[in-house]
C-alpha cells in the first residue's frame, strides 16, 4: 500500500482513468480543432461528482481528502489535452474555491451547488495586461454606487474566458490604497457590458483563454464577496493550493510524457533492436525518472 494512498484512492483513480477514457478521450480531438469543450461532459463530470471532491455536502459536494484532487489533477493531464485539464481544474479549484471561502450562503447557492453539478461553468479574473503576478498592480475598478458596484477594466489569459457562466472578478474598490484595496466579486456571464475574445494559443487549443472587458458594468452591492478590500489577503491565501494545483500538474505532465517516451524507444528499432536497449539513453531516462520522483514527492509531502 502506498503511503499516500489508501485503497479507496486507489479504486477512485482506476474508476475516473475509466470514465476519461470512455466519455473524454473519444472527443479530444475535435474539442482541440474547435477549441470548444462541449457541455455534455461538464455536465457527466457533475453527476460522477468530480466537481464535488472537496467541498461541502452541504451544497452537494463529497467533502473528501485533498489527496482525491491530486488524484483528480494527476489522471486528467494523461487524456492528452493540456486544455482540456486546464478547463476543468481552473472551474474546480480556481473560480470555486473563491466561492466556497468568501461566498456567503446566498452565492454558495446560486453559484457553488451548480457548479459542483456541472450545470454552472466558472472562471477567475485576476490576471490584467498590466498585472499578472503583481496582482497589487491591477487597474480594474469597482466604484460603489448607491445599492450596485460599477466595474470597469480589462483581464486577460483567463481559462474559461469565453464560455464561462459567471466570473469571479477582483477590482479595485479603493485604488488609493494600492492593494489594500481590492475587492472579490461574483459576476454573471450575460451582465451588460461584459465582452470577451478568445485568445489563439499555440497550445491549450480545447481551452477557451480569453481577454474579457468590462465597460460600466453594473452588479448589485450583494455581489461582493466577502469583506470589502480584503480581495488581497484572499487571493494570496488562495494561491498556496493554486499553485500546489500546479506542482501536480507539471509531475503528472511530466510522468505522462516520459512514459509515452519509454513506450516509443520500445517500438523504434535501430541496429537490429530496440533504443530502449542502447546504455546511453537508459541512463537518461533514469536520470529523468529520478528527478521526476523527487518532484513528485516533494508535492505529495506539501499535500
Same mark, same amino acid.
Given at each position: 500500500? /502506498?503511503?499516500?494512498?489508501?485503497?479507496?484512492?486507489?479504486?477512485?483513480?482506476? /474508476?475516473?482513468?475509466?470514465?476519461?477514457?470512455?466519455?473524454?478521450? =473519444?472527443?479530444?480531438?475535435?474539442?482541440?480543432?474547435?477549441?470548444? #469543450? $462541449?457541455?455534455?461532459?461538464?455536465?457527466?463530470?457533475?453527476?460522477?461528482? !468530480?466537481?464535488?471532491?472537496? !467541498?461541502? +455536502?452541504?451544497?452537494?459536494?463529497?467533502?473528501?481528502? *485533498?489527496?482525491?484532487?491530486?488524484?483528480?489533477?494527476? $489522471?486528467?493531464?494523461?487524456?492528452?489535452?493540456?486544455?482540456?485539464?486546464?478547463?476543468?481544474?481552473?472551474?474546480?479549484?480556481?473560480?470555486?474555491?473563491?466561492?466556497?471561502?468568501?461566498? &456567503?450562503?446566498?452565492?454558495?447557492?446560486? !453559484?457553488?451547488? =451548480?457548479?459542483?453539478?456541472?450545470?454552472? #461553468?466558472?472562471?477567475?479574473?485576476?490576471?490584467?495586461?498590466?498585472?499578472?503576478?503583481?496582482?497589487?498592480?491591477?487597474?480594474?475598478?469597482?466604484?460603489?454606487?448607491?445599492?450596485?458596484?460599477?466595474?470597469?477594466?480589462?483581464?486577460?489569459?483567463?481559462?474559461?474566458?469565453?464560455?464561462?457562466?459567471? %466570473?469571479?472578478?477582483?477590482? @479595485?474598490? /479603493?485604488?488609493?490604497?494600492? &492593494?489594500?484595496?481590492?475587492?472579490?466579486?461574483?459576476?454573471?456571464?450575460?451582465?451588460?457590458?461584459?465582452?470577451?475574445?478568445? %485568445?489563439?494559443?499555440?497550445?491549450?487549443?480545447?481551452?477557451?483563454?480569453?481577454?474579457?472587458?468590462?465597460?460600466?458594468?453594473?452588479?448589485?452591492?450583494? &455581489? %461582493?464577496?466577502?469583506?470589502?478590500?480584503?480581495?488581497?489577503? !484572499?487571493?494570496?491565501?488562495?494561491?498556496?493550493? $493554486?499553485?500546489?494545483?500546479?506542482?501536480? &500538474?507539471?509531475?503528472?505532465?511530466?510522468?505522462?510524457?516520459? +512514459?509515452?517516451?519509454?513506450?516509443?524507444?520500445?517500438?523504434?528499432?535501430?541496429?537490429?533492436?530496440?533504443? /530502449?536497449?542502447?546504455?546511453?539513453?537508459?541512463?537518461?531516462?533514469?536520470? *529523468?525518472?529520478?528527478? *521526476?520522483?523527487?518532484? @513528485?514527492?516533494?508535492?505529495?509531502?506539501?499535500?
Amino acid at each position: 500500500m /502506498s503511503f499516500y494512498f489508501t485503497e479507496e484512492h486507489d479504486f477512485f483513480r482506476k /474508476s475516473f482513468r475509466d470514465f476519461l477514457q470512455k466519455e473524454v478521450v =473519444p472527443h479530444i480531438e475535435k474539442w482541440e480543432e474547435t477549441g470548444h #469543450i $462541449e457541455r455534455f461532459i461538464w455536465e457527466k463530470f457533475g453527476e460522477m461528482g !468530480y466537481f464535488g471532491i472537496n !467541498y461541502p +455536502e452541504k451544497y452537494g459536494g463529497m467533502d473528501l481528502d *485533498l489527496f482525491y484532487t491530486v488524484i483528480f489533477l494527476e $489522471e486528467l493531464q494523461r487524456v492528452n489535452s493540456g486544455g482540456f485539464a486546464a478547463a476543468m481544474w481552473a472551474h474546480a479549484y480556481l473560480a470555486m474555491t473563491h466561492l466556497n471561502k468568501e461566498g &456567503n450562503h446566498k452565492q454558495k447557492e446560486k !453559484y457553488l451547488a =451548480p457548479s459542483i453539478t456541472g450545470e454552472k #461553468i466558472g472562471c477567475l479574473c485576476i490576471t490584467e495586461p498590466f498585472g499578472g503576478s503583481d496582482v497589487g498592480g491591477m487597474r480594474s475598478t469597482a466604484v460603489k454606487k448607491g445599492d450596485s458596484y460599477i466595474i470597469n477594466g480589462s483581464k486577460t489569459f483567463i481559462t474559461n474566458g469565453v464560455y464561462s457562466d459567471y %466570473l469571479i472578478v477582483a477590482a @479595485k474598490t /479603493s485604488p488609493e490604497l494600492g &492593494n489594500k484595496g481590492i475587492s472579490i466579486f461574483v459576476v454573471d456571464r450575460d451582465t451588460p457590458g461584459i465582452s470577451a475574445t478568445k %485568445l489563439d494559443k499555440l497550445g491549450w487549443r480545447a481551452s477557451d483563454t480569453g481577454e474579457i472587458a468590462f465597460d460600466n458594468v453594473e452588479i448589485p452591492v450583494g &455581489n %461582493l464577496m466577502g469583506e470589502e478590500n480584503k480581495g488581497f489577503p !484572499y487571493i494570496m491565501q488562495h494561491f498556496a493550493l $493554486e499553485r500546489l494545483i500546479m506542482g501536480i &500538474n507539471a509531475h503528472a505532465r511530466s510522468e505522462w510524457a516520459l +512514459e509515452y517516451t519509454i513506450q516509443y524507444m520500445k517500438d523504434r528499432v535501430c541496429f537490429v533492436k530496440p533504443i /530502449s536497449q542502447f546504455q546511453a539513453l537508459r541512463h537518461k531516462i533514469a536520470d *529523468l525518472t529520478a528527478d *521526476l520522483d523527487v518532484c @513528485k514527492t516533494y508535492n505529495y509531502v506539501t499535500t
